[in-house]
């Protein structure tokens, strides 16, 4: 079964750039997307198809991938960015199955 | 409004059933696959099953196959989850939420219900 694989958390303070990875085998050649989730809240999309933000995404989040990871990179953080963060892919060669990334959690220092 | 809200959570002992509903709102909702997606405790999300917008197909992840059921009813609206001899690893926030733009297991998840909890406890 296909695995994605997250750092449990990534520091960084304001104002400066957060990137998350998300490592996969070929991820590359998968569409990944990207959610953010705040305590006791649910998932809010963020980056979808690798590189594309919804409406009403800041233009600090985008997207990238190369290889076997996917990166995920904040610019100019803020506060407010404090969560957790997963990937997600679909393992369509298996049953149409949708895949998460163990979730990274981001800390504004 | 567009939302989807599930109910039907509550605390179950192991082995019971319990089933979930996703009630939509503001869209098409029999123009959509609907997916359903977990979180225990503390833990990361876990995708679980989708339904096909017209029923034609339906997919479970391992952990639940043979053991939970995937349906819709698409003159209320609503979506379901029947969840039979359930476990304590049941345990979790279960999110209905479906996918918009692109194919139906291949597009991102861009409308989430608020969750529903379930407990699973003797």
């Known amino acids: 079964s296909y695995v994605l694989t997250q750092p449990p958390s990534v520091s960084v303070a304001p104002g400066e750039t957060a990137r998350i990875p998300c490592g996969g085998n070929y991820i590359g050649s998968k569409s990944v997307h990207w959610y953010q989730q705040k305590p006791g809240q649910a998932p809010v999309l963020v980056i979808y198809?690798?590189?594309d933000r919804p409406s009403g995404i800041p233009e600090r989040f985008s997207g990238s991938t190369s290889g076997n990871t996917a990166t995920l990179t904040i610019s100019r953080v803020e506060a407010g960015d404090e969560a957790d963060y997963y990937c997600?892919?679909?393992?369509?060669?298996?049953?149409?199955?949708?895949?998460f990334g163990g979730g990274t959690k981001l800390t504004v220092l | 409004q567009v939302q989807l809200v599930e109910s039907g959570g509550g605390v179950v002992q192991p082995g019971r059933s319990l089933r979930l509903s996703c009630a939509a709102s503001?869209?098409?909702?029999?123009?959509?696959?609907m997916h359903w997606v977990r979180q225990a405790p503390g833990k990361g999300l876990e995708w679980v099953a989708v339904?096909?917008?017209?029923?034609?197909?339906?997919y479970y992840a391992e952990s639940v196959r043979g053991r939970f059921t995937i349906s819709r009813d698409n003159s209320k609206n609503t979506l379901y989850l029947q969840m039979n001899s359930l476990r304590a690893e049941d345990t979790a926030v279960y999110y209905c939420a479906t996918v918009r733009v692109g194919p139906i297991t291949g597009g991102a998840f861009d409308m989430w219900g608020q969750g529903t909890m379930v407990t699973v406890s003797s």
């Open positions: 503001g869209f098409t909702f029999s123009a959509y696959g």
């Open positions: 997600q892919v679909w393992d369509s060669d298996t049953d149409h199955r949708g895949v």
């Open positions: 339904m096909w917008y017209d029923g034609s197909e339906k």
């Open positions: 198809y690798d590189n």
